[in-house]
C-alpha cells in the first residue's frame, strides 16, 4: 500500500529552526509537496520537490531524497505566525496525491 | 481574484438527507478535485475532474456523486447523508492533473459539515 510518515505534532521556540521529516513509500514518485494549513483554514503550498537536492524559499527549505523516500522541511527564523500543521504528499504515478496526516507545530515564546 | 468558492461554509443535515456542496473557480482551471479532511487521516481524494464533461473516483467516492458541466463549476452531491460523511470538505483546483509543473494546488476555504 502508499504511505506516507510525518510526526503528529512538534514544538519549536520562537527564532529557533525546526525540521519536519516526511519519509513516503508510494506507486511511482512525480514529486512531492509540502503545504501549510493553519487551524480552521484551507492549505496553501509551500514548496515542490522532483529531483533530489535543497530548494529554499526565503525562511522555508525543502529537501528531497528519492533513494531514500525522504523529505524534510526546514523553517527557520520561526515566528509566531508559523504556528501551523505541515502536509507532506506525494504524486504517485497515476498523477494522483498520497498526503500524510500533517504536523502540527507549535511555537512557544 | 476570487479564486476557489466553496458553499456552504458550515451545514448540519440528519441522516438520510440530500445536499450539494458548491465549488467554482475562476482560474480557467482545468483540474478539480474534492477531497475530506478527517482528524489524525490525510486529506482523501472524493472525486475529481480532469476537464468539463469528465470525472472521476478517487479513494472514497462512496456516498458522493459529482459533475462537471462548466470548467467553473464542480458540485459535491451527498445523496442520503450518514453520520460517517461528518468532516471537513475542501474543494481544490490546479492547472492540470499531468504534467504540472509545481503541483499547486488552489483550495477553497473549506465546508463543514455535521450529520446527525
Known amino acids: 500500500g502508499q504511505n506516507i510518515d510525518q510526526p503528529t505534532e512538534m514544538t519549536a521556540t520562537e527564532g529557533a529552526i525546526v525540521q519536519i521529516n516526511c519519509t513516503y513509500q508510494?506507486?511511482?514518485?512525480?514529486?512531492l509537496f509540502w503545504y501549510q494549513q493553519h487551524a480552521g483554514e484551507a492549505p496553501t503550498f509551500l514548496s515542490y520537490?522532483?529531483l533530489d537536492g535543497l530548494e529554499e524559499k526565503g525562511r522555508f527549505s525543502s529537501f528531497l531524497s528519492r533513494s531514500k523516500g525522504y523529505s524534510y522541511l526546514l523553517l527557520k527564523e520561526l515566528q509566531m505566525k508559523d504556528s501551523a500543521s505541515y502536509l507532506c504528499a506525494v504524486m504517485d504515478s497515476n498523477y494522483q496525491l498520497i498526503w500524510g496526516a500533517g504536523t502540527k507545530l507549535i511555537i512557544k515564546p | 481574484n476570487a479564486g476557489v468558492t466553496q458553499t456552504p461554509k458550515f451545514q448540519v443535515l440528519k441522516t438520510g438527507q440530500s445536499m450539494t456542496l458548491q465549488c467554482a473557480q475562476d482560474m480557467n482551471h482545468e483540474y478539480m478535485s474534492w477531497y475530506r479532511q478527517d482528524p489524525g487521516m490525510g486529506l482523501r481524494l472524493i472525486h475529481y475532474s480532469v476537464g468539463a464533461g469528465i470525472t472521476d473516483q478517487g479513494e472514497v467516492p462512496n456516498g458522493y456523486n459529482v459533475s462537471r458541466s462548466t470548467t467553473e463549476d464542480f458540485p459535491l452531491r451527498l445523496l442520503s447523508a450518514a453520520p460517517s460523511q461528518t468532516s471537513v470538505y475542501f474543494c481544490?483546483?490546479?492547472?492540470?492533473?499531468?504534467?504540472?509543473?509545481?503541483?499547486?494546488?488552489?483550495f477553497g476555504e473549506g465546508s463543514r459539515l455535521t450529520v446527525l
Open positions: 481544490a483546483s490546479s492547472y492540470s492533473g499531468q504534467e504540472i509543473n509545481t503541483g499547486e494546488l488552489f
Open positions: 508510494t506507486s511511482g514518485f512525480n514529486g
Open positions: 520537490n522532483v
